[in-house]
C-alpha cells in the first residue's frame, strides 16, 4: 500500500497542476493544515492524498484542454483497496465540496486561485440551495468540506515544511484495511 502511494509522489510530486506549488508541497501543506487543527487521523490522510488522482498514470498526460479528468474520483478509486471510507469519501467529495461553498457563500468563490476557479467551471460551477441541502446529507460531506478548505489554503509558495510523505507513514499503515483472513 504505502509503496504504491509512494511510488505516485516520487514519479509525479514534483509536478504542478496549474497552481503555484508542486503536488508534494501542496498535500503535505495540506496535511499538516489538517494536523494543526487537531483533525482526526483519517481526515489528516484523506487531506494528504486527496490530489492523488492527479499522480496516477492512468491519468497522466491523457488531459484535453478544458477536460475534467475527475481526479477525486480516481484517486477515490484507487485508494479504495486499502482505506475505509472515513479517508476515501471526503476525498472523492473534495470537488463537489468546493462546488458547495461556491454556492453557499458568493464571496468564496473569490478566494480560489485561477486554477481552481478554471477547474470550478468544469465540474459544474457553483450548486444551487437545492443541490446544497442535498450535499449536506450526504455521509462525509463535512468533512469534505473542511478538506476543501485546506485544500485551498495549502498553496503557499513560501511556506517551508520539515515533514516529507515518509512522516506519514505510519499514519497511513494504522489505517489501511487489514487484510482478511480466509
Request: hydrophobic share 40%; net charge negative; with cysteine.
Amino acid at each position: 500500500m504505502y509503496e504504491a502511494i509512494e511510488r505516485c509522489f516520487a514519479q509525479h510530486g514534483d509536478k504542478r497542476y496549474g497552481e503555484f506549488v508542486t503536488q508534494r508541497q501542496h498535500a503535505l501543506q495540506c496535511a499538516t493544515l489538517a494536523s494543526q487543527e487537531g483533525a482526526s487521523s483519517a481526515l489528516i490522510a484523506a487531506a494528504l492524498l486527496h490530489d492523488i488522482g492527479h499522480m496516477l498514470e492512468t491519468t497522466m498526460g491523457s488531459k484535453e484542454p478544458g477536460e475534467d479528468l475527475m481526479h477525486e474520483v480516481s484517486g477515490a478509486n484507487f485508494l479504495s483497496q486499502w482505506f475505509p471510507a472515513e479517508v476515501i469519501e471526503p476525498i472523492r467529495l473534495h470537488v463537489v465540496a468546493k462546488r458547495f461553498l461556491t454556492g453557499n457563500d458568493p464571496a468564496y468563490y473569490d478566494t480560489l486561485s485561477p486554477a481552481s476557479k478554471h477547474s470550478l467551471d468544469l465540474q459544474g460551477g457553483p450548486m444551487t440551495v437545492a443541490a446544497q441541502r442535498q450535499f449536506l446529507e450526504v455521509p462525509f460531506a463535512r468533512e469534505a468540506i473542511q478538506l476543501r478548505r485546506w485544500d485551498d489554503a495549502a498553496k503557499e509558495t513560501d511556506l517551508e515544511l520539515s515533514l516529507d510523505l515518509g512522516d506519514f507513514r505510519g499514519l497511513l499503515e494504522s489505517l489501511a484495511k487489514k487484510e482478511r483472513v480466509q
